[in-house]
């Protein structure tokens, strides 16, 4: 499975974002997750776009102005989050459109086992919210309000 740019760097903004307003009701600057982030603000700005018109984010403009989660952090999953995003979950081609098989998948040996794989990829991704994800880099002292 290889994720496009906007779904690896999404995913990692919005958990910076959940950590960031996490139990307040204050909102993050594009400008500060960015930095936290390394990612740079524009490039960041045209994925909060995409994330807000499908409802994970809200923003405020002005001054005071930024983001927060549209909803509670154990409603949205990691899946959720990618998808929006244009990732593609699938451990091989096909599994994602099977017109990208060189082979007929009805005749494929292997075809069963991808399916399987990707089943399982997506379930994987399908039960982490980010709240399990807060909490789990949380608990390793790996994140930084």
């Known amino acids: 499975m290889q994720l496009n740019t906007l779904a690896r760097y999404g995913i990692r ?3 910076r974002l959940a950590i960031l307003t996490e139990g307040s009701i204050q909102l993050a600057s594009v400008k500060k997750i960015a930095e936290e982030e390394n990612i740079s603000p524009k490039y960041l700005e045209s994925i909060f776009a995409i994330l807000k018109r499908n409802n994970i984010l809200t923003a405020v403009k002005g001054k005071k102005g930024g983001y927060k989660l549209a909803r509670p952090i154990e409603q949205i ?6 998808e929006i995003l244009g990732g593609r979950i699938g ?3 096909c599994t994602i459109n099977k017109e990208f098989c060189d082979n007929d998948p009805g005749t494929c040996s292997v075809f069963a086992l991808w399916c399987d794989l990707n089943l399982l990829m ?4 399908k ?9 789990h880099y949380n608990q390793r002292g790996k994140i930084k309000k």
Do not use: H
């Not at 039960?127 to 909490?135: E, G, K």
């Open 13 to 15: 903004a919005v958990i």
């Open 77 to 82: 999953t990691a899946l959720e989050i990618i």
């Open 122 to 125: 997506r379930d994987f991704l």
């Open 91 to 93: 451990p091989v081609d």
């Open 127 to 135: 039960s982490r919210t980010l709240n399990d994800i807060v909490n």
